[in-house]
Structure formats: C-alpha cells, structure tokens
T-cell receptor, first 120, second 116 residues
Framework: AQSVAQPEDQVNVAEGNPLTVKCTYS??????LFWYVQYPNRGLQFLLK????DNLVKGSYGFEAEFNKSQTSFHLKKPSALVSDSALYFC???????WGSGGGADGLTFGKGTHLIIQP | GAGVSQSPRYKVTKRGQDVALRCDPI?????LYWYRQALGQGPEFLTY????????KSGLPNDRFSAERPEGSISTLTIQRTEQRDSAMYRC??????????????FGPGTRLTVL
C-alpha cells in the first residue's frame, strides 16, 4: 500500500528566507508525486508534479521540488518566501499503472498536510 | 468559470436523513474523483469514474455511500441515513485522464457536511 508522510505539522519561515516543506513516500515501484496548496475556504490547487526525468521540477508561484529516490523524498522548496505563501500544503502520490487495480490505488494518496506560515 | 464546481457548499442535516452532493467537473475531463477530508487530515479517496463507469469504489466507507455519473459529466455522491461520523468536507476532483498516468487533478471548493 502506498503512503505519504509529512513530518511537520507547521513550518515557520521569515519572509525572504528559503523554505522547505518535507514529504516522504512509501510506494512500490516508481511513484508519481504531486504537491497541492490549500488556501482558506478554497479548493486544493495543483502546484507541481514529478512523473519522470529531471529530479528537480518547477511549478507555480516560484515553487520547486526535488525527487530523491534513494531517500524516498519529494521536498517542496522556494528560494525566497512571501507572506502570501502562507497556506496548507499537501504532498500526494499515485501509483503508476494502478488503473483498474482497485483498492484506492487509482486515486491520489495524500499526506496530512503542513501549515506554512511566513512571518513578515 | 472553467473550474470544478460543487453544490451545496454547506449542508447541515439531521442524523438519519439522506443527502446528495453534486459535482460538476471541468468540461472534457474524463476522470472524476470523490474524496473525504476530515479536520487536520489530507483528503482520503472514496471513489472514481472514468466517463460514466465507476472504476473503483473501494474507498466508500460502507453501503450507505454511493455515487453515480450517469452521463459521464456531473456526478452525485449520496449518503443515506447520515450519521454524525459522516461530518466532513467532501471534495470532488476531475482530470483530463487517470491519476495513475500522472495526470494532475483539479479540485472543487468542497461541500462541508455537518450531521447533527
């Protein structure tokens, strides 16, 4: 079974500093990895994904994430944080080739989320 | 708007009543997913459709929960004889194709269900 861990409930960063939100996963084979952001009273918004190829992927709003297969991690990063980046961030995984296999494998498996707070 | 829409946004019901939650996906999106999100948790998969076919309903908690997508577009998640433990945010998402091919999902704003 696939699972995602976000070890930090909350991350506090000063505006202008680099930020990292951690994510590790457990899945058989090579996963597809996603980051989503949730603002208050809004739906989840897609930020970026890793499918294959270059381990460093770039996404919306200046965010990037690095896939590290040996450490089974997919940490979200941004070189310089903005106050407007404050939100709830979710890491998610899907299982390649799971289509039709059932057991929830066809959907996304999410972590429990990390609150990112950027202090002015 | 071209996004996923859900209605109602908020639903308060009494225990034992049936509720129907609606999802209108992005036009042309083949796959439609339902998730449930408890406070302080990430969304949890319930079921999904490819066109009108329900491909996986393994995440539905019990037989009080059902979903349909009869014409391959709008979907309805129905909860019969609601219980207090059903209170949660119910989220719908759609994607151009299936997640296990690496396609990102686009989420609606959710329906907040409260069962009294």
């Amino acid at each position: 079974a696939q699972s995602v861990a976000q070890p930090e409930d909350q991350v506090n960063v000063a505006e202008g500093n680099p930020l990292t939100v951690k994510c590790t996963y457990s899945v058989s084979g090579n996963p597809y990895l996603f980051w989503y952001v949730q603002y208050p009273n809004r739906g989840l918004q897609f930020l970026l994904k890793y499918i294959t190829g270059d381990n460093l992927v770039k996404g919306s709003y200046g965010f990037e994430a690095e896939f590290n297969k040996s450490q089974t991690s997919f940490h979200l990063k941004k070189p310089s944080a903005l106050v407007s980046d404050s939100a709830l961030y979710f890491c998610a995984v899907s299982y390649p080739g799971a289509w039709g296999s059932g057991g929830g494998a066809d959907g996304l498996t999410f972590g429990k989320g990390t609150h990112l707070i950027i202090q002015p | 708007g071209a996004g996923v829409s859900q209605s109602p946004r908020y639903k308060v019901t009494k225990r034992g009543q049936d509720v129907a939650l609606r999802c209108d996906p992005i036009s042309g999106h083949v796959s439609l997913y339902w998730y449930r999100q408890a406070l302080g948790q990430g969304p949890e998969f319930l079921t999904y459709f490819n066109y009108e076919a329900q491909q996986d309903k393994s995440g539905l908690p019990n037989d009080r929960f059902s979903a349909e997508r009869p014409e391959g577009s709008i979907s309805t998640l129905t909860i019969q004889r609601t219980e207090q433990r059903d209170s949660a945010m119910y989220r719908c998402a759609s994607s151009f194709a299936i997640a296990s091919e690496g396609n990102e999902q686009f989420f609606g704003p959710g329906t907040r269900l409260t069962v009294l």
